[in-house]
């Protein structure tokens, strides 16, 4: 891994303990980082999604403590889950956690 790729790694690995710190299970965890998410995540924004451009609207929660991206297209709407989502370059402001989420899960 380079330089930037292990920095990245810390700073997601360090995202992740600040949100998940005060909590005592793994829901309380999962619900913490859900509303970091929800704060700091600035929507609306495009992406792609296989090959067609989406509009990113909002951040939901779903199953099992899945954090979900409420993307639009026209008048159809379809939740994502985030660990899924592919961001576009440069990312939204707040991405940073969709990152420590994902290292979070594992």
């Not at 710190?21 to 992406?47: G, Q, S, Y």
């Not at 999604?49 to 379809?78: K, M």
Request: aromatic share 6%; charged share 20%.
């Amino acid at each position: 891994m380079s330089k930037a790729e292990l920095a990245a790694l810390a700073q997601q690995a360090t995202l992740a303990q600040e949100a998940t710190i005060d909590a005592h299970d793994e829901d309380e965890r999962a619900m913490n980082l859900h509303e970091v998410i929800v704060d700091t995540l600035m929507v609306p924004f495009v992406t792609s999604v296989l090959g067609v451009d989406v509009t990113v609207e909002s951040v939901d929660s779903g199953e099992w403590n899945g954090i979900l991206a409420i993307c639009a297209r026209g008048g159809i709407r379809q939740a994502i889950g985030v660990v899924d989502l592919p961001l576009p370059e440069p990312p939204p402001a707040g991405a940073e956690w969709i990152d420590a989420y994902r290292y979070w899960l594992g």
